[in-house]
């Protein structure tokens, strides 16, 4: 099929259009002889054209994004396929696919003090906060529960696990210690099983690993502690009462808990976690180091040279990728730990103008995460385009300390000004 030019070039390319999604697949196999000038919107013309005349309806606000050999078409053909340097002489397959809206703004919530991390579950936000406690809200801003206990900022949250009736959560501390609790859902009933001691400094981070049967934890002493999350243990079974803790239920007793395994290795502090599968842990922080960790045997696997200090990292769970980001010129840097050579970058993508504090890759898209800054901006990324990011989202009035993407539908951010900043996203199921 020949498109005709009608601007002054006349080089014609000859595509193939390939669907990723087979609603809107168009002339499967068949070549179209292309002008070089197009770009997205003139294949997405294009694209909407074939569909109509093969009796395919779709909306008119429908649509597509455009990609050569996994890269996204940003140029005009002749552009892409020169800065590229591929060849012309033979047929230039293109693959397209829906084009996600940009995320809508949700909501603020407004709290007193910094917000140090969230974590999304469902509907529910979990926050740790710079007044010591960790608190639960739901997308639309009404407050649940609020998890009191620490003696400095909670620097680090996660869910454990949760079910229509009963939640289970940890929080990681300035004062040194983790926290495990239990959440009757949707009322404001908390309760501290356990004290988790055995750093000496802050625990700035922590994660919790698949089976949901460990967490792991990092410090400013260096170290990396792992600990059972296990509530059914007896008071008994691991120390004697050490403490009483006062909350709304009246005096309920904490138990003393101490890690199962101590990794040592780094040489400055730590302050990102992630445990994306049973046997990895991955780790950075301070010495310009990511580690990456044999979970089941406590052995230090291999290191990736960053020469910058690491502040965040993310895992893609779909292409074993490793994001950083970095205390620099605001360049998040992404790794392939399988290559001999790890301190080769993949790919580097560059926007935010100032320190890149926290990463989040989509659990549902092998393509897309979500970074915030500094600069007080979130950003959402495809790397199959590093020229600039998909959208930026406004709204924070000051650094941006933490952002979770832990629900495809939602992307929440936590910062300096206090704010909790959600998002909704439209989630596209392909066929």
């Known amino acids: 099929m020949n498109f005709t030019d009608n601007k002054n070039s006349s080089k014609q390319f000859q595509i193939r259009l390939v669907s990723l999604d087979k609603r809107f697949d168009v002339s499967p196999g068949n070549l179209l002889s292309l002008p070089s000038r197009f770009g997205s919107d003139e294949l ?64 603020t919530i407004l709290h007193n003090d910094w917000i140090k991390s969230v974590k999304t579950s469902g509907d529910y936000i979990l926050a740790g906060s710079l007044d010591g406690t960790a608190r639960i809200w739901n997308v639309a801003g009404e407050e649940y529960a609020v998890f009191k206990g620490h003696e400095s900022y909670v620097n680090g949250v996660e869910w454990i696990s949760k079910d229509t009736k009963q939640a289970t959560i940890v929080t990681a501390s300035q004062d040194s210690t983790l926290r495990l609790w239990e959440w009757a ?60 803790m006062k909350t709304n239920q009246g005096l309920q007793k904490a138990v003393d808990k101490f890690p199962d395994i101590t990794l040592s290795g780094h040489t400055d502090r730590i302050d990102a976690v992630v445990w994306p599968r049973e046997e990895k842990i991955i780790t950075a922080g301070w ?55 790890r301190t080769v970058l ?6 935010h103008k100032n320190v890149v504090s926290s990463l989040c890759w989509s659990t549902t898209n092998q393509y897309q995460l979500v970074s915030g800054s500094f600069d007080n901006a979130v950003k959402l990324w495809d790397t199959r385009s590093n020229l600039a990011p998909l959208y930026s989202m406004e709204g924070h009035e000051d650094k941006v300390l933490t952002v979770d993407w832990s629900e495809p539908q939602y992307i929440v951010s936590g910062g300096a000004d206090s704010r909790i900043q959600i998002y909704k996203r439209d989630v596209i199921q392909q066929s």
Do not use: M
């Open 44 to 107: 997405n013309q294009t694209v909407h054209s074939l569909l109509s005349a093969n009796d395919i309806q779709i909306a008119a606000n429908v649509n597509f994004e455009f990609a050569i050999n996994n890269e996204l078409l940003r140029d005009a053909l002749e552009e892409h396929v020169a800065a590229k340097n591929l060849s012309t002489e033979s047929v230039i397959e293109v693959t397209y696919f829906q084009k996600e809206s940009p995320p809508d703004f949700l909501n």
């Open 185 to 244: 859902v949707g009322s404001k009933s908390t309760e501290c099983k356990y004290e988790c001691k055995g750093h000496v400094q802050a625990v700035n981070a922590v994660a919790v690993n698949q089976s949901k049967t460990k967490i792991c934890s990092v410090s400013s002493d260096k170290t990396i502690k792992i600990w059972s999350s296990d509530f059914s243990q007896k008071d008994e079974d691991i120390q004697p009462i050490h403490k009483k």
């Open 287 to 341: 010495d310009h180091r990511i580690k990456i960790w044999d979970a089941e045997i406590g052995v230090n696997k291999f290191d990736i040279n960053v020469n910058k200090v690491v502040k965040g990292i993310t895992y893609s769970p779909f292409e074993d990728l490793i994001a950083a980001g970095s205390f620099d010129e605001g360049i998040i840097r992404l790794y392939d730990p399988r290559v001999v050579d």
């Open 346 to 351: 993949k790919l580097a993508l560059k926007s």
